[in-house]
């Protein structure tokens, strides 16, 4: 939770951040001497979660500040710690947007229960129930990183939905490297090094940001690394990471270990990803028995077929004969679009818009995100993108 501290008084206002830094050690406590008028000096990325307000002077305008600043930002709370507490101030302070008015100087016990009482109604209001899909290679080469990251860039291009990508190949993933020329500042080992810090401003700033609305958390980049990273520590990133993404995407590595599966426990879907040829089916029967052998159902695994060629010697049927199960997603070879997205590190959405790779892959995105598809004439963000190309 991110906590501000507003106060005239100095004494007081190191007062309140020892307390709050002493109450969790996980939240971010920042402080601004002096008024109300302070706050229009915090940036958007400042902006705290809860705002407390120590002895709020009326003849100073501070209400008539904090009324305005509550109207542009609802979501944050606002606490107000005063001396006097007399039903017209209270009236004054609620009008203004505070939601409670503790005594003034406060104790640990009342501020504390207050801020508690603030981050559970916080905690139920984050918990948007995000979707988990895992992308696993049946064998080296498949594309599964290909396609997990660029369906990533997919799904944020429409603007519509937040989204994260976790690489999970902890000892060589390269994920980052398929849709940014950019090195990753943190990886998952850091954040697993770091997990007391884990608070959703600490996990979107260990990201890679792709663009805005879709960030990369990079494999470690030294695969001594990889046993940092422990399957409690899974657990804990993605919960937090389901309340804050609309879609989380996981590139799992072929290696079935305790952290992987712990991953796969977590999806609510699995993609495994194989080419029709022999060696493909077979490691792919394998991972399938195995995934049986988890009793993860039916219905969380959709094997996708890369590269695939109606034309090609093994047909979908075959397949579905050898899984005793359906495949429903296929993806077009496009082998030049794909290499030069791959040796660009840019999204093959945005370097070839109209090849075929780029067009199955947001047909997969609104497929995952249930979103209709546009219609013909007027165009929508795929149309508008070709035409800045042309």
């Given at each position: 939770m991110k906590i501000a501290v507003i106060s005239?008084?100095?004494?007081?206002?190191?007062?309140?951040?020892?307390?709050?830094?002493?109450?969790?050690?996980?939240?971010?406590?920042?402080?601004?001497?002096?008024?109300?008028?302070r706050l229009s000096m915090l940036g958007d990325e400042q902006l705290p979660d809860v705002l407390v307000i120590d002895r709020p002077s009326v003849d100073d305008g501070d209400l008539e500040l904090l009324e305005r600043f509550s109207a542009q930002h609802p979501r944050i709370a606002c606490v107000a710690l005063c001396e006097a507490r007399d039903p017209e101030f209270l009236m004054q302070a609620m009008r203004a947007g505070v939601r409670e008015v503790l005594p003034s100087p406060a104790t640990s016990a009342t501020l504390n229960t207050a801020i508690e009482r603030i981050g559970e109604k916080l905690e139920r209001r984050s918990q948007a129930n995000g979707k988990v899909f895992a992308f696993i290679s049946c064998k080296g080469g498949s594309g599964a990183t290909f396609l997990a990251t660029n369906l990533g860039y997919a799904l944020a291009a429409s603007g519509k939905y937040k989204v994260a990508l976790i690489d999970m190949n902890l000892q060589f993933?390269?994920?980052?490297?398929?849709?940014?020329?950019?090195?990753?500042?943190?990886?998952?080992?850091?954040v697993a090094q770091q997990i007391h810090r884990l608070d959703p401003s600490f996990l979107a700033s260990s990201m890679l940001n792709v663009t805005p609305n879709y960030g990369v958390l990079a494999a470690p980049s030294d695969p001594t690394h990889a046993n940092d990273v422990k399957p409690d520590h899974i657990d804990a990133i993605l919960k937090l990471a389901r309340r804050h993404y609309d879609f989380v995407l996981l590139d799992v590595g072929r290696s079935l270990d305790a952290v992987t599966i712990r991953a796969l426990d977590h999806a609510d879907q699995i993609y495994p990803v194989l080419q029709t040829t022999l060696p493909y089916i077979r490691d792919g029967k394998r991972m399938l028995n195995v995934f049986r052998s988890l009793e993860y159902g039916k219905d969380k695994i959709s094997v996708i077929v890369n590269r695939h060629d109606k034309g090609g010697e093994i047909k979908?049927?075959?397949?579905?004969?050898?899984?005793?199960?359906?495949?429903?997603?296929?993806?077009?070879?496009?082998?030049?679009?794909?290499?030069?997205?791959?040796?660009?590190?840019?999204?093959?959405?945005?370097l070839a818009p109209a090849s075929p790779l780029s067009v199955a892959l947001v047909e997969l995105s609104r497929k995952l995100s249930g979103e209709a598809a546009p219609e013909q004439q007027g165009g929508g963000w795929l149309s508008k993108l070709r035409a800045r190309k042309a």
């Open positions: 005239r008084d100095e004494r007081h206002l190191a007062d309140v951040m020892r307390m709050l830094r002493a109450r969790s050690p996980s939240d971010e406590v920042d402080h601004l001497g002096g008024g109300v008028a993933g390269d994920a980052s490297l398929f849709v940014s020329d950019h090195k990753p500042l943190a990886t998952l080992s850091d979908l049927k075959d397949l579905e004969g050898a899984f005793d199960t359906d495949v429903s997603i296929t993806m077009p070879n496009h082998y030049d679009a794909a290499a030069r997205s791959v040796n660009q590190g840019v999204p093959v959405i945005q």
